[in-house]
């Protein structure tokens, strides 16, 4: 059975530049960051340089990088830290509906604390409409929280005009930006951001490091209380390790050149898609405003699940799951109101570093007979 990796938007492996890295980080930096002494600066050289690079990708200074566990908990960070730093005198957050879980459960989480949130809807192609987002804030909002690039059907949002919006009206704006580090621009001064998100495992770093960027002035009130690690924002003493390789994985995101070839063999899949399956096969997502390596298409009247269960050896996601029976749309493909025959044969093809023509070509291959076996 020959393996398929199509999921890097789920994970990608660590890239052998930054298990170098990191080799040399478990062999020479064991020491305290904090310590003061000959063990302890190996150990500080390598987190502050970690974090250079990882300022240096966004366009921000080291010290508005506070190193997390990843994804998940910069985005609680962000979420918790500015309804607390609001001490409550203000209660709404405005976010969207096609958020991942790690802002949709911190937001439900916040809304039994008195908070209320504003879920902005998106269109069809999975976008919001800037003028909804102008509509909904009030005297009342705290933070405006985007995604930039959608996790299942890649859908870039318009993060500078949003972000624009919300810096007119004086608020601090959010963007969960573990999907596009890496795959697209994310300097923070373009965007227009306040505080980003970026998750390692995305970028080919380790699982379990993460970061976000935290504007200079943009108060927020740590997650994590303890000693005064991080600028006294996140509590902990600092992992070199992860530290060293999120921040060569930063160095390897800076170059985008290798993204024309993946999206050009997105592309070639998508066009062997609809040579096989015709009217049959329906792109989720926007047709251009898209992350380039995912590929989310629907097989109309088919089960996603049973036929990546059929396609023995490719990894891939399904867009929709089965609870008792019964097939749910995944909440992003609702939002976009996609048909339930449609949406139950979604499937998230996404691509990375290691994607060749020929894994592409093998599963075009095969695809036919496993949607006649689904
Ligand atoms: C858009 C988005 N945000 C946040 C996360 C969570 O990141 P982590 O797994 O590092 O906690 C993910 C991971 O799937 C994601 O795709």
């Known amino acids: 059975m020959s393996r398929i990796y199509l999921d890097y938007n789920a994970s990608t492996p660590i890239a052998p530049e930054v298990a170098v890295v990191m080799r040399e980080a478990m062999e020479g930096a064991f020491g305290n960051p904090s310590s003061p ?7 500080r ?7 250079s690079q990882v300022a240096a990708l966004l366009g921000c200074a080291p010290e508005e990088v506070v190193f997390t566990s990843g994804g998940s908990e910069s ?3 962000a979420l918790k830290g500015a309804f607390f730093a609001s001490k409550r005198a203000r209660r709404q957050i405005i976010t969207t509906r096609i958020e991942h879980p790690a802002i949709i459960a911190p937001c439900r989480f916040l809304e039994t604390l008195g908070a209320e949130i504003t879920w902005l809807p998106v269109d069809s192609a999975g976008r919001v409409d800037p003028d909804d987002l102008e509509r909904a804030i009030t005297a009342d909002t705290i933070l405006v929280s985007i995604m930039h690039a959608n996790n299942e059907v890649g859908t870039i949002q318009p993060i500078e005009e949003c972000a624009a919006i919300a810096r007119e009206h004086g608020i601090p704006f959010h963007t969960d ?4 580090v890496g795959k697209i621009a994310t300097r923070v001064d373009d965007l227009g951001v306040d505080l980003l998100t970026i998750a390692g495992h995305k970028l080919y770093a380790p699982k379990g490091v993460g970061a976000l960027y935290i504007r200079s002035g943009t108060v927020l009130e740590p997650l994590i209380h303890g000693a005064g690690h991080e600028g006294g924002r996140r509590a902990g003493t600092e992992s070199a390790l992860l530290a060293a390789g999120l921040g060569e994985a930063c160095v390897l995101a800076r170059d985008l050149s290798p993204m024309a070839k993946l999206k050009a063999l997105r592309d070639r899949f998508w066009n062997g898609l609809r040579e096989r399956f015709g009217n049959g096969i329906v792109l989720n997502g926007h047709p251009e405003l898209r992350l380039p390596n995912t590929l989310d298409v629907s097989f109309v009247g088919h089960v996603g699940g049973d036929i990546l269960a059929a396609l023995e050896g490719v990894a891939a996601s399904t867009g929709s799951a089965c609870h008792s029976g019964r097939i749910e ?10 048909a339930p025959e449609v949406g139950m044969g979604a499937i998230r093809f996404s691509l990375g570093r290691g994607t060749t023509a020929a894994e592409i070509d093998d599963v075009l291959r095969r695809l036919p007979a496993a949607v006649r076996h689904s």
Do not use: I, K
Not at 45 to 51: A, C, L, N
Not at 177 to 180: C, P, V, W
Not at 329 to 338: C, D, F, N, Q, R
């Open 329 to 338: 749309l995944s909440p992003v493909l609702e939002a976009m109101g996609v």
């Open 75 to 77: 985005n609680n960070f």
């Open 37 to 43: 002494h000959w063990a302890g600066a190996p150990a």
């Open 45 to 51: 050289r390598m987190v502050e340089e970690g974090r």
């Open 177 to 180: 930006a573990a999907q596009s």
